[in-house]
Nanobody
């Protein structure tokens, strides 16, 4: 599967952005989808994940209550709605896909994932 992330940009603290990740190739509903981010000088970290049926979502503690992940299997797209953005949210955001038909499992480490998009920059100024 090929993943194309978009929607990044520059916003002030407290603002919002919506990231999109469009997938092409194998059936999108075969994948658990995740968002990760990587700030300069830091390791890539998990942000949010959603299972194939959208029954289960999972968030990093740092974004709970502010970010929301969703997906549209008909459009082969996963979204990350980011509200109340903080300067510490500044990073390159990546979408990732893991082959999974589970409704219970979640995946929060980078090595769990099979495919990665190219990343989109999010910059939050104070």
């Amino acid at each position: 599967v090929q993943l194309q992330a978009s929607g990044g940009g520059s916003v002030q603290a407290g603002g919002s952005l919506r990231l999109s990740c469009a997938a092409s190739g194998r059936a999108f509903s075969s994948y658990y989808m995740g968002w990760f981010r990587q700030a300069p000088g830091k390791e890539r970290e998990f942000v949010a994940g959603i299972n194939w049926s959208a029954i289960n979502t999972y968030y990093a503690d740092s974004v709970k209550g502010r970010f929301s992940i969703s997906r549209d299997n008909g459009e082969s797209t996963v979204y990350l709605q980011m509200n109340s953005l903080k300067p510490e949210d500044t990073a390159v955001y990546y979408c990732a896909a893991k082959i999974s038909s589970s409704n219970r499992d979640y995946y929060s480490t980078a090595y769990d994932y099979d495919y990665w998009g190219q990343g989109t920059q999010v910059t939050v100024s104070s």
